[in-house]
Nanobody, 116 residues
């Protein structure tokens, strides 16, 4: 089992920045891919970014060049640096991890609101 706890969400003005953190515990050694998804009110959850064990990354087109995913293996923490935030980035952001048997573990989510 893997437990994920997100933090760092909040209210920010358009053009501002936030850094989300995802602290992992449990059987983290089995996780091959870490990522972030988000869900806006009335919309389906959508992919934001992922990072693999080998540090390969991928981003949704809507966040490319504005968001950066990274991880600190010593701290078992995954980060999502979000710059130049837009109102359409408002959503609950969820951290996830996928292990070597394709089980997916999710955090409880953290709210990000971009508004003036």
């Amino acid at each position: 089992q893997v437990q994920l706890v997100e933090s760092g969400g909040g209210l920010v003005q358009p053009g501002g920045s936030l850094r989300l953190s995802c602290a992992a515990s449990g059987s983290t050694f089995a996780i091959n891919t870490w990522g972030w998804s988000r869900q806006a009110p009335g919309k389906q959850r959508e992919f934001v970014a992922f990072i693999t064990r080998r540090e390969s990354t991928n981003y949704a087109d809507s966040v490319k060049d504005r968001f950066t995913i990274s991880r600190d293996t010593a701290k078992n923490t995954v980060y999502l640096q979000m710059n130049n935030l837009k109102p359409e980035d408002t959503a609950v952001y969820y951290c996830y991890g996928i292990n070597n048997t394709t089980n997916v573990y999710w955090g409880q989510g953290t709210q990000v609101t971009v508004s003036s």
